[in-house]
């Protein structure tokens, strides 16, 4: 079965970091994307970055602006967002999700990345951010 593990996420004052973890399980990690999105209370889903595990090609939704950066561990089926300079707008759950990563290496330019169908969902992990 597939999986996607999220954690890391807790309270953080403004202007503080967090890194959340993405462990993946059941798919050839090499073959796919995986993707972080969040969810804010009363807001759409939107995507934050995601990265194509066989070329590490990176995208990033406009409102990161540098603050954010995904990485990634091949052995260990593991992704990471490193969360800086946070603001409370950030507050959110931040899910991890992964795709084919043809698909999304070959469609995710211009933003296109974040809608596309993304094929299992971790549980999600809590980021809150103090003024």
């Known amino acids: 079965d597939v999986r996607l593990v999220e954690s890391g996420g807790g309270l953080a004052q403004a202007g503080g970091s967090l890194t959340l973890s993405c462990v993946v399980s059941g ?3 090499y073959d796919y ?3 972080w999105f ?22 990033y939704a406009d409102f990161v602006k540098g ?9 260990e089926s593991t992704v990471y967002l490193h969360l800086n300079n ?12 992964d ?12 933003g296109g990345w974040s809608s596309l169908y993304w ?13």
């Open 119 to 131: 094929d299992y969902w971790g549980q999600g992990t809590q980021v809150t951010v103090a003024s």
């Open 67 to 75: 603050r954010f950066t995904i990485s990634t561990n091949n052995a």
């Open 27 to 29: 798919i050839t990690f």
């Open 99 to 110: 795709a084919w990563g043809r698909k999304v290496a070959e469609h995710g330019g211009g």
């Open 38 to 59: 969040r969810q804010a209370p009363g807001k759409e889903r939107e995507g934050v970055s995601c990265i194509v595990n066989e070329d590490a090609t990176i995208y």
């Open 33 to 35: 994307a995986v993707g």
């Open 86 to 97: 946070l603001k409370p707008e950030d507050t959110a759950v931040y899910y991890c999700a």
